[in-house]
């Protein structure tokens, strides 16, 4: 695992991690992202305002709308660096094939990923509807790559799913790197198929029946149709009730191992878990225990069992 872990890139808006590249020379640095997450991974940082030449401290820009068009420069309209901040976002987007996620500063008008605000042209009034030009580009030119915000980042079940994507989806360059067959993408699926119930039922019946019938798409055609399917299914919230269907189906794997004291205790685990009584990691733990003393080489491949590193501490808090 280790050794995966070391390979784990992810892009990331510079100012994010501390480098002082804003408008007012100063940064938006993730005590999360710089002294946590770095430990696993290799951040590339970037910032695309001073990538085409913008000095830091610099004069503000913003989106401006006008005659239909979003354009991003200062407040007077100077300085327009809408098709370069476009070009390059376009650029950057067709090196990315090596990231297994993005972590844009929020509101930015280059980088915000949502809500950046969009002003009139003639000055009066915004709304916070834009996608920042350069997370435009790399979102649109990756619609697989896990993607989030640092605010976001702030809240514990944003943030578990966010770095349960990205271990997720470099596996998933890992084995593409490989080389694709039906044969692996089936072992791999195998195991996924329990952190996918645990985030949306519904994908995980897709993900089977595409997996499970015969196709006439190349390896190639399945294999991104099977990606985009999964990196859907794991930006939704994974919620208590998922949790404990997907807790309650590991829990029938050991109903010939446990006696009926053990059944009981596990079967209350997962019930005060799904009450808000106890968080996750209690069931998970006990599940595990049981697996050691009672081994299943199905199971201790199932990535729902450990989708990140656990020390990141990520499955405390709920």
């Known amino acids: 695992m280790s050794n995966i872990i070391n390979k784990v890139k992810i892009g990331i808006s510079a100012c994010v991690m501390g480098q002082n590249v804003r408008f007012d020379g100063g940064h938006k640095r993730s005590v999360f992202c710089t002294e946590q997450l770095s430990q696993y991974v290799q951040f590339k940082p970037i910032c695309p305002e001073v990538a085409v030449g913008l000095s830091t401290p610099r004069k503000t820009i913003r989106q401006i709308e006008k005659d239909g068009q979003i354009l991003l420069s200062r407040p007077d309209g100077s300085q327009n660096v809408t098709m370069a901040i476009t070009q390059y976002g376009k650029d950057m987007a067709n090196t990315c094939s090596d990231l297994a ?6 509101k930015s008008p280059t980088c915000g990923m949502e809500r950046v605000k969009v002003y009139h042209h003639h000055g009066k009034g915004s709304s916070a509807v834009g996608i ?4 435009r580009q790399i979102m649109d030119a990756n619609p697989a790559l896990p993607v989030e915000e640092n605010g976001r980042l702030n809240d514990p079940l944003l943030r578990e799913n966010f770095i349960t994507r990205i271990f997720t989806y470099q596996k998933w360059l890992t084995l593409k790197a490989s080389g694709l067959s039906k044969r692996k993408l089936i072992k791999f699926h195998s195991q996924v198929k329990y952190l996918v119930m645990s985030h949306h039922s519904e994908s995980y019946r897709k993900l089977g029946q595409l997996i499970g019938t015969q196709s006439t798409l190349s390896i190639d055609a399945l294999g991104d149709e099977y990606i985009h399917l999964l990196m859907d299914a794991l930006r939704h919230l994974a919620s208590k009730k998922s949790h404990t269907n997907t807790l309650q189906h ?4 050991f109903k010939k191992h446990l006696n009926k004291d053990k059944r009981a205790e596990l079967t209350q685990v ?5 009450k808000g009584l106890t968080p996750l990691l209690v069931p998970l733990t006990l599940i595990k225990h049981y697996l050691r003393e009672f081994p299943n080489e199905y199971l201790s491949q199932q990535a729902y069992l450990n989708p990140h590193p656990e020390p990141l501490k990520l499955r405390y808090g709920y």
């Open 101 to 106: 996620g993005f972590i844009f500063c929020a």
């Open 132 to 135: 920042g030009l350069f997370a």
């Open 250 to 253: 590991l829990q029938g794997y």
């Open 270 to 274: 997962i019930a005060s878990y799904r």
